[in-house]
């Protein structure tokens, strides 16, 4: 090879010229359409195994932080390991896209397999973000060959042009993922689609533009590989339902009777066949079990309605099963219920396995069923005045509902309360999670409400912890009303009585110190992290 100047008064070796079907401008814009459409499937690669990790465990800065972190860190190895392959650069880049197709389209189904099956999830994710970063890696040093085989310029300005391609299709890419591939294929076929994108790009660029440089069997070679590739991911994509249904069965002990992914969450369904024990879970995490349920149910709303029960706000509990409660009582005039996804507000009104036990409350006169983030929905509902509010809302799993649970949600529910309002907040379980309990309770004394602990034995959750508030003296009674309706089957004034007592080894004293959750410093998050440890 001979040197050639850069334009900066320094040597570079220049890229051995080839035979092209077009002129070199033409040629040139081909590749970063290449390059584009490369970096849109790449990061698409990285939001799926986020969007994976946060369905399947929760708390999506984690999920984020170590597929990023290990997919960058990945990109600089995979860029290293290229500097022998820049002789070959057509070849190799045509491998590396077929490579990406075939791991980036399957990494979803992988993983999930890898959950359900293994228990292997995070060794798996973080091999395959490597895998995968890596080879995302080595694409621009073989793309910064081909480009100057093309037509020889200078370093910088080559780097510029393929940079810019790659950011805007790494944009795209982005924007591409929660508008368009989750809404219309789902997050498996999402992937899936992106796979076959992703090695036809990148191989054909190569057999049409770069074929000078292969071999007859090299181009037979790449043909074959991409037939076989897009064969293989069409096959994968037509047994996706039935891979799905299996593999999430597994993750269940009863057999799956309903099963839904939301614009939020998974919804499943399950029912015992022994028992018609039917169980809602929404992403893996259960929320109610029919055997049991009445125990939660009774045990949250009887006490709160031992005072002023005109107006009740019901925050989350979009299965009905909370506002079943409340209508028991005559003299409540109107119940809000608010609960983010509008699919289990749907299904709590028109599926019989929900109807057969909230006995179809939500289609009440008295109800007003609102779809919107309970935070967002207090913050524009400040003059509103609601006698009595439950706080019915998912465990602090994550950044989202941790905000549910914070001193600032707490501040924004006292000021929809009357003065003689109560609040009713379930937190989660004493046993097994202390510190995320009383720290609860801390949230919501320091926005100025006076708390009462009690907790109660539901068999399907274990010991099950609420606190009861209101906004002066020490802390409203916890007992049932003395118009509480006849065919109570648990709370009764003696078992809620004896529900405030504490064991030593879990009561406040026990606990310690406990700081509250914040918007900007949510530590109910880690307080529910090393909760559950050996259980």
């Given at each position: ?102 791991i ?30 890596a ?19 200078k370093a ?6 393929l ?19 989750l ?36 181009q ?39 099963s ?43 006490p ?58 939500l ?63 379930q ?107 050996g259980?």
């Amino acid at each position: 090879m001979s040197a050639a100047d850069d334009g900066s008064g320094t040597t570079t070796e220049a890229a051995r010229p080839i035979s092209l079907p077009m002129r070199p401008g033409p040629a040139r814009f081909f590749v970063l359409l290449a390059v584009f459409i490369c970096a849109s499937c790449g990061m698409v690669y990285e939001l799926a195994l986020v969007a994976l990790g946060s369905y399947l465990l929760g708390d999506t800065i984690v999920q984020a932080s170590i597929v990023l972190a290990v997919m960058v860190f990945a990109m600089g190895v995979g860029s290293l390991a290229t500097k022998r392959l820049t002789g070959f650069a057509a070849v190799s880049f045509a491998l590396i896209e077929a490579a990406l197709g075939i791991i980036g389209g399957l990494s979803v189904i992988l993983l999930y397999l890898a959950f359900a099956f293994a228990d292997v999830y995070t060794v798996a994710m973080v091999a395959l973000a490597f895998v995968i970063g890596a080879l995302i890696g080595a694409e621009i040093p073989l793309l910064m060959e081909l480009v100057q085989r093309i037509r020889a310029q200078k370093a910088s300005s080559a780097v510029a042009d393929l940079f810019a391609a790659d950011y805007v299709g790494g944009l795209i890419g982005g924007l591409a993922f929660p508008f368009l591939l989750l809404p219309l294929l789902g997050l498996p076929r999402g992937a899936l689609a992106v796979g076959m994108t992703n090695a036809l790009v990148g191989i054909l660029i190569v057999l049409w533009l770069f074929r000078s440089e292969l071999s007859r069997a090299a181009q037979l070679m790449l043909a074959a590989l991409l037939v076989l590739i897009l064969g293989g991911l069409t096959v994968v994509w037509v047994y996706t339902d039935d891979i799905e249904v299996t593999t999430r069965q597994r993750l269940y002990r009863d057999p799956i009777v309903y099963s839904q992914r939301s614009d939020y969450q998974e919804i499943v369904l399950t029912e015992a066949k022994r028992t018609g024990d039917t169980r809602l879970f929404l992403n893996g995490n259960l929320q109610f079990a029919s055997a049991d349920e009445y125990r939660y149910h009774e045990s949250l709303v009887h006490p709160l309605l031992d005072g002023p029960r005109r107006n009740v706000l019901v925050l989350g509990g979009g299965d009905g099963l909370a506002v079943r409660e409340i209508l028991k009582y005559p003299d409540v005039e109107s119940v809000t219920l608010v609960d983010l996804d509008p699919a289990v507000l749907e299904l709590a009104k028109t599926s019989e396995h929900f109807t057969a036990f909230n006995d179809d409350s939500l289609d009440d006169p008295r109800v007003t069923t609102i779809a919107a983030d309970a935070f967002t929905w207090l913050r524009e509902a400040k003059h509103s005045a609601y006698d009595a509010v439950i706080a019915d809302l998912p465990d602090p799993d994550d950044v989202a509902t941790s905000k549910l649970y914070s001193i600032e949600f707490y501040g924004l529910i006292r000021q929809v309360m009357t003065p003689e309002a109560r609040l009713v907040v379930q937190a989660g379980s004493p046993y097994f999670a202390p510190e995320a309990y009383w720290g609860i309770g801390e949230a919501v004394a320091e926005a100025g409400l006076s708390t009462t602990p009690y907790h109660v034995d539901v068999p399907s959750f274990g010991d099950w912890g609420y606190f009861l508030a209101d906004l002066g003296g020490d802390g409203p009674e916890v007992t049932v009303p003395d118009e509480a309706p006849d065919g109570l089957k648990f709370a009764t004034a003696e078992v809620l009585a004896a529900s405030t007592t504490f064991p030593p080894d879990r009561d406040r004293a026990a606990v310690g110190k406990v700081e509250a959750s914040t918007l900007l410093h949510p530590r109910v998050l880690d307080q529910e992290r090393g909760a559950w440890v050996g259980y």
